[in-house]
């Protein structure tokens, strides 16, 4: 199947992100988010990224201004009615998506895949939510979606083989790197990343370092080039908290446990870079 117009859900962080690249990528996007001024802002997250590109010289102004010219931006999913592929990027809950992917398999034509951008979300459970399981994949992101090479692919129990391959050509033709993994909780990323992040916010609130002492180990002592504390805040605490939850839920492990202080700073809406408040102030 040719894939000409992709659309994506979810104009924040991720889902800005996954729209300019499949935009360079040749594709038409339709990017949709709940609200107007979410839209305005993705489109300017989106210019700003790209005139970057130019100015480092790795992108022409005329490939800029035709990424630009194949994005478009709607408030209504009914726009994805003639998508060839859809990748969602709202929320990290699974109710949310578990709905979403439900309207979405009633409005795109049979046989599109459906995409999940989620962190640590079921992709079988999503697949269950719609009447084409074997269409269902997870398409993992990494943030700065523009910058990272990696995508990993998530099989989920009753997806085919032929929706695996739709993705991994994707993947090749946005000039990622897509590695596939089993659909458990975290997928590989974050099982393995987020243990590391929640330690450093255990460390941080047992007053074992600071925020910038933890980081600074990480960094010099591990070769990390961003510590975790400075990643959480990147992510979003929220996210992190959200994936934590996913992965103590569903794997049943007390070492996945978020940490109290996390919790307690979600709370208080201090959500890292994108609240201007995390473990540092932006
Ligand atoms: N932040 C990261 O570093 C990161 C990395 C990889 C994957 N992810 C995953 O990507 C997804 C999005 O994360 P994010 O950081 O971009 O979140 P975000 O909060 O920045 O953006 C989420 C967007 O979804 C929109 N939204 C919510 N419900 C919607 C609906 N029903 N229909 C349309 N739009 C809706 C919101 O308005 C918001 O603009 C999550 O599943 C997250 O786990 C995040």
């Not at 990494?142 to 990993?152: G, R």
């Not at 400075?230 to 959200?242: K, Y």
């Amino acid at each position: 199947m040719d894939i000409n117009t992709v659309g994506v859900i979810g104009a924040g962080t991720m889902g800005s992100g996954i729209a300019q690249v499949f935009a360079q990528g040749g594709c038409h996007v339709v990017l949709v988010d709940v609200a107007e001024p979410v839209l305005e802002r993705a489109r300017r997250a989106i210019e700003k990224s790209l005139g970057r590109f130019v100015e480092k010289g790795t992108l022409s102004a005329a490939d800029r201004d035709a990424a630009l010219g194949r994005l478009s931006t709607s408030s209504s999913l009914d726009r994805l009615a003639r998508a060839d592929y859809v990748v969602e990027a709202v929320v990290e809950d699974a109710d949310t998506k578990r709905t979403l992917f439900t309207s979405l398999d009633a409005i795109v034509q049979p046989g599109v895949v459906l995409a999940s951008n989620t962190s640590s979300i079921s992709i079988t459970a999503l697949g269950a939510a719609t009447t084409r399981p074997e269409r269902v994949l997870g398409m993992h992101f990494m943030n700065p979606v523009p910058l990272m090479p990696l995508v990993e692919l998530i099989r989920g129990q009753a997806t085919s083989d032929d929706s695996m391959a739709i993705a991994r050509d994707l993947c090749v033709r946005l000039e990622k790197t897509g590695v596939e993994a089993a659909d458990y909780p975290g997928f590989i990323a974050n099982r393995i990343l987020m243990p590391m992040i929640n330690e450093a916010i255990y460390a941080l609130m047992e007053g074992v370092g600071t925020p910038e002492a933890i980081d600074t180990v990480m960094k010099l002592g591990m070769n990390h080039p961003m510590g975790p504390l400075t990643l959480a805040d990147f992510i979003g605490l929220d996210v992190c908290l959200a994936i934590l939850d996913v992965m103590h839920e569903g794997l049943g492990d007390p070492k996945y446990r978020a940490c109290p202080l996390l919790r307690r700073l979600v709370a208080a809406g201090r959500l890292g870079r994108k609240s201007g408040q995390g473990f540092y102030t932006y």
